[in-house]
């Protein structure tokens, strides 16, 4: 029997944030595909579209037009899935049969005027006037008396959903937080009530000195492939010193935040030299009023893609039933991506 | 302000099984979409097809020849995930870095020889010998040493990633307890030593009496959608009888699944008129050789498809970094699957 090698063995690894296995399996890289593709339409956007009900003047779903707005544009979401009404509950909640209801709000978040644009194609001081309105709309929507959680989130691509190409974001803020953000701060808080440290803080400086899962880095932000990251391309960035949320980011620390999201999501678009697809969020601290010492700001990119603009990874069967699983493994991903250029294919000669 | 409704207002439901809650927004259901369709190819298949690597007599990738079966067929995967090979490990993981190798096998289970068919489209009695194959493989792969999980499903539809029309499931058999497994055992286990009984014979029974969310019974088995299901049509069949896994089934009780599998999937084609795509697999006691009073069998089934063959539901950003969402409510959903006919539309004149 020969000795264990992550390259090229089947193995499972372990996600601290979520307190959850994975597997991983090296040699499965190169099985042949006959399954679905993708269709990927690369056809060149106009800057105003007049059937866009995210470009500036035009009349949305609901009647409203929308202002002629230039840079970013908040509204409230014409069918979102929370509502702000506070509605009468008496609770009949049984052991099989529980149920709440929920308050939230829904917003969309236009990025640019400019029909035609992505983040990695805007300019690094446009996407920091993004960042600033995360900012705002964190500390505008937290300070409801029944908003207790604030999910900052992009869908890009057809591919994750998204309807509109024009370059925008949303937000779900709501009572509860969600199932995925309460898994990630009990796995913070252990650690931090064990450690009286940050979890991401040291985590992030042993991959610092491994150096073979980063991707990218500045001055506040790392950008790197999670040691149990379950996407093909997933990345996570991470601020270097501990901030439990975005409030606490100064204007130097916005433009880092900017510059680190640009060159990643254009070494994305690089990778295979189409407008890459994804789902992106920001995890930080709960708006319920409590101290959150164990929190520690980051940002999750959950690319779809696997091979190529055509053929994604399924996380389906085995993965929906029991558990997340991955071929090529963090390691050589983040290899990948660190190789790519920051400077967009679509502006080479 | 109005008294609260399930069928109107946004809320959100727990789930016993993982102990996880998820977001319910019956109110979104009317929203208009603009975005991605999928393909609907509705061609009729050939019985046998000469490019097709799961037909008798055919070669596969790896240069292996399949015999003249008729029925169900089973030969280890090509492309595994995993091996069965044991390597040596020292294991040297630290608080960030934890990994090991993971032992397994990965088969492939042909349903049928004729390659047009689908688990709707085929005989009662031939549906039976797929699940005598499921309970030999369970017992067969179970008895190995290395062998603590044998995960039994089927990805149906070019959609779930599925790269072969012909009819066929999967079994991943490992080491390891996955992830989704080890939790939902984890919460059957806190049920039966605070109660002594099954979570799922409790709930099943509460459900018999609610009706609502009941689709199809019979003597054995009852198929419905969960009080807390994710997907649009997402269904369970438990056992009426506590069996913590399939080899405790007799001979009437493999009929009567094999009744209940072609009744249920029978009505998912007749939903859009198309072959519905799904994942489906079974959860059941592990093979580690331990006591498990807690497990009762049961079946998920996972299929994509939310408002049309084209149309389907993202789980995407705020699903994958915060939770779960559906539109359509679980009984809304129940009734729609109940009121459809178990005779196949392309058996209707
Ligand atoms: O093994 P297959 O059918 O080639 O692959 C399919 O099912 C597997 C198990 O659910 C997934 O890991 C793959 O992503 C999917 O494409
Ligand atoms: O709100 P949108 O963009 O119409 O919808 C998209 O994102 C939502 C949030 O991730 C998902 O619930 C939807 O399934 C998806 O289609």
Redesign the pocket.
Known sequence: SSAFDSKKHPHRRYNPLLDEWILVSPQRSD?PWQ?QTEKTIQQELPAYDSGCYLCPGNVRANGEKNPYYHGVYVFDNDFGSLLSEKVEFVNESSDFFSMKPEQGINRVICFSENHSLTLPEMEKKDIKKVIDVWQQQYEELGNNDFINHVQIFENKGQIMGCSNPHPHGQIWAQSSIPTAVIKTQQNLRLYFEKTGKSLLEDYLKKELEAGERIVLENESFAALVPFWAIWPYETMIVSKRKAGNILQFSEEEKYALAEIIKDLTTKYDNLFEISFPYSAGIHQSPTDGLEHPEWHFHMHFYPPLLRSAEIK??M????MLAEA?RDVTPEQSAEILRNLSTIHYKKKD
């Open positions: 099985r399954g990874k399924f389906v069967g085995y993965e699983q």
